[in-house]
């Protein structure tokens, strides 16, 4: 989780970037088939222009992004020293049944169906939302397509929404209205808020042939309705970093 991060970034570095480097060693000893590594959106930071494709610059904004740089250039640094076969892929905002109540979209609709006002941080970051299941058939396609190997690839919906429009769409699902409180220990440092994130998923389409097939809004209910089944499992006065 991106908050904890500022309380204790060592661990970050132990997990992302020495775990990342152990793998490498691993798989490489192995001579496996096809190595393909997680990344993050994060690890563009707030879009220099959009929609934001692979090439656009990278930006440490938190611990947990700079953790995720550092793991990203390991990998490209093993395909270019030793052609180790690598793809790596970068999710923007997934989300979906069993997510951490750490994430944005289970936060809102936890609160939602226990209480009329729900608390929340910065109202006003856009972010770019996949359904789960569009972004594990982004990952088992580059597991398997041909001519991937060395390529970062976006996988992102393409799609935009501002954080306090997405309140209104989960109140609008679930039939309630909706109050919201600010609180402030849920809001990222000034600086190191990530303001906007679009994602350009061309490069996906044409290596992939991946393409997003879960709309917002048919994802929202799906979770909602797996998480209102469930309500016992979620505090919603809890801040879980």
């Not at 707030?46 to 611990?63: F, M």
């Not at 970068?90 to 169906?113: D, K, M, V, W, Y």
Request: proline share 7%.
């Amino acid at each position: 989780a991106i908050p904890y991060s500022y309380h204790l970034p060592e661990s970050y570095i132990r997990t992302n970037v020495l775990g990342t480097l152990n793998i490498l060693q691993a798989a490489k000893s192995f001579s496996i088939e096809r190595f393909v590594h997680t990344s993050t959106s994060e690890v563009y930071g707030t879009a220099q222009y959009v929609p934001i494709d692979e090439r656009h610059p990278l930006q440490g904004q938190s611990p947990y992004s700079a953790s995720k740089i550092g793991a990203d250039k390991l990998v490209e640094s093993f395909h270019l020293s030793f052609d180790f076969p690598a793809v790596t892929i970068r999710p923007f905002n997934t989300f979906g049944p069993r997510q951490s109540a750490r994430a944005i979209i289970p936060t809102i609709i936890s609160q939602c169906l226990n209480k009329s006002t729900i608390q929340l941080g910065n109202l006003e970051p856009i972010r770019d939302f996949s359904y789960v299941t569009d972004t594990v058939e982004g990952f088992l396609l580059a597991a398997s397509q041909p001519k991937v190997v060395g390529h970062t690839i976006n996988i992102g919906s393409g799609q935009e929404i501002r954080i306090r429009d997405l309140v209104d769409m989960v109140g609008q699902i679930l039939r309630r209205p909706i109050k919201i409180e600010s609180d402030p220990k849920r809001s990222r440092p000034e600086q190191s808020e990530v303001d906007r994130l679009l994602a350009n998923n061309s490069l996906a389409r044409d290596l992939l042939g991946w393409q997003p097939k879960v709309s917002l809004q048919e994802g929202l209910q799906l979770t909602a309705s797996w998480i209102q089944k469930r309500l016992d499992s979620f505090d919603p006065n809890a801040y879980v970093l």
